[in-house]
């Protein structure tokens, strides 16, 4: 079973500046089969980022993410005040599925 | 547009049973299967399983296998979740979501509560 651990648990910023969300994993996922999420309160998941690297549908490109292996990260290169929230990694490499424990992004 | 509609919320007493439904719509129902993700009051994902919308062939997370069952209904484009022997530690929001690798569409989720 591949678990996921995503750092740092809190990560406190201000609008403008620049986030970096680490995700890593137990075991290397074959063909970057990692995907970021991105949930606020109340809300479902919406997903980020699949393949690692590619983009999901509508996202703007301030987000990006990067890796392969065991070791993932995900950039916010602008925070922009509806990019704080919490983030999860998921991997789709390996049954079963998994998601990170998150990391919240909040407002310095 | 791609739409995963959810049952509304349920209250259950420990030993019972839930069954979520969720109603697919927008796409190609036999082309995605649905993910099962549930979220316990203020903790992080958790992977339940998942049903293919082709063939209804399952993938259960072991910590739910015996527990759980997935089926979809092809004619009304709608995947059910059953999870039996509720306990208080299985309060959480359901949420079905598209894709058996990662979810592009998620549900509103479903929130049920086990109480006595």
């Known amino acids: 079973e591949t678990v996921l651990t995503q750092s740092p648990g809190t990560l406190s910023l201000s609008p403008g500046e620049r986030a970096t969300l680490s995700c890593r994993a137990s075991?290397?996922?074959?063909?970057?089969?990692l995907a970021w999420y991105q949930q606020k309160s109340g809300q479902a998941p919406r997903l980020l980022i699949y393949?690692?690297?590619s983009r999901a549908t509508g996202i703007p490109d301030r987000f990006s993410g990067s890796g392969s292996g065991t070791d993932f990260t995900l950039t916010i290169s602008r925070l922009e005040p509806e990019d704080f929230a919490v983030y999860f990694c998921q991997q789709y490499g390996n049954s079963p599925r998994a998601f990170g424990q998150g990391t919240k992004v909040e407002i310095k | 547009q791609v739409q995963l509609v959810q049952s509304g919320a349920e209250v259950k007493k420990p030993g019972a049973s839930v069954k979520v439904s969720c109603k697919a719509s927008?796409?190609?129902?036999?082309?995605?299967?649905i993910t099962w993700v549930r979220q316990a009051p203020g903790q992080g994902l958790e992977w339940m399983g998942w049903?293919?919308?082709?063939?209804?062939?399952?993938n259960y997370a072991q910590k739910f296998q015996g527990r759980v069952t997935m089926t979809t209904d092809t004619s009304t484009t709608t995947v059910y979740m059953e999870l039996r022997s509720l306990r208080f530690d299985d309060s959480a929001v359901y949420f079905c979501a598209r894709g058996g690798g990662y979810m592009d569409h998620w549900g509103q989720g479903t929130l049920v509560s086990v109480a006595s």
């Open positions: 075991q290397s996922l074959s063909s970057s089969q």
């Open positions: 049903i293919s919308g082709y063939n209804g062939n399952t």
């Open positions: 927008g796409y190609t129902f036999i082309k995605y299967g």
């Open positions: 393949g690692a690297s």
